[in-house]
């Protein structure tokens, strides 16, 4: 089975800390990605990447940046964490392929309050 | 602007019965339509998935029906059991590099025994 890593299940952290989220696959999946999921508000992307040092802004990339040195391994940081990124954070991984579209798989999430 | 549409946002449905869950999208590019099944505390699990060139599939207790002309696609869950009361969530991506995923913004269901 793909197994999608996040590091911490939940995390408290205080306003204006720099906060890392690691997510780690261990497939060889060649996209990552990071979701925040609100209430009413669904998954909303916030970067993704599909290659090592390669990264896109999703809809959602302000006050976020993301690192991702590794194949296996991609970071979301928040520079300077505020109570509007008190969120549920899901990192997702999937293969690229010219022929046909696969799903993602998700990890558990990481429950982020910023206090 | 949300490039997939999904109704209703909750739904309670008495064991036995069918749930059904309605999505539309705008693009007609999109070429894979997933949906996703997450139970509190965990992460969204593909459940089952589509292509545009059927207008339905079946795994089990669960149907997508797809209508490509009205750009709709709906999963059915018949004989709903208490254990499928979950959030789901329908999906639509295209064939592209990333592979970016778009979302709807989810259907909590509650199947009442």
């Known amino acids: 089975d793909v197994k999608v890593t996040q590091s911490s299940r939940y995390l408290v952290k205080r306003t204006g800390e720099k906060v890392f989220l690691e997510c780690v696959q261990d497939m060889d999946h060649e996209n990552m990605f990071w979701y925040r999921q609100d209430p009413g508000l669904g998954l909303r992307l916030i970067y993704f990447?599909?290659?090592?040092?390669?990264?896109e802004k999703g809809d959602i990339p302000e006050g976020y940046s993301v690192s991702r040195e590794k194949k296996e391994r991609f970071s979301l940081i928040l520079e300077s964490a505020s109570t509007n990124q008190t969120s549920m954070y899901l990192c997702?991984?999937?293969?690229?392929?010219?022929?046909?579209?696969?799903?993602?798989?998700f990890g558990s999430g990481t429950r982020l309050t910023v206090v | 602007q949300q490039q997939v549409k999904q109704s209703p946002q909750s739904l309670i449905v008495q064991k036995g019965g069918i749930s059904i869950i309605n999505c539309a999208y705008e693009n007609t590019a999109f070429d894979y339509f997933p949906w996703y099944q997450q139970f509190p505390g965990k992460g969204p699990a593909l459940l089952i998935a589509?292509?545009?060139?059927?207008s339905e599939k079946k795994e089990g207790r669960f149907t997508i029906s797809f209508n490509k002309s009205a750009k709709q696609f709906s999963l059915h869950i018949m004989d709903s059991q208490p254990g499928d009361s979950a959030t789901y969530f329908c999906?639509?991506?295209?064939?592209?590099?990333?592979?970016?995923?778009?979302f709807g913004t989810g259907t909590s269901l509650t199947v009442i025994p």
């Open positions: 997702a991984s999937s293969i690229q392929s010219d022929r046909e579209t696969r799903g993602y798989t």
């Open positions: 990447s599909y290659d090592v040092k390669m990264k």
């Open positions: 589509i292509r545009p060139d059927v």
């Open positions: 999906a639509a991506t295209m064939r592209n590099t990333g592979n970016q995923f778009y």
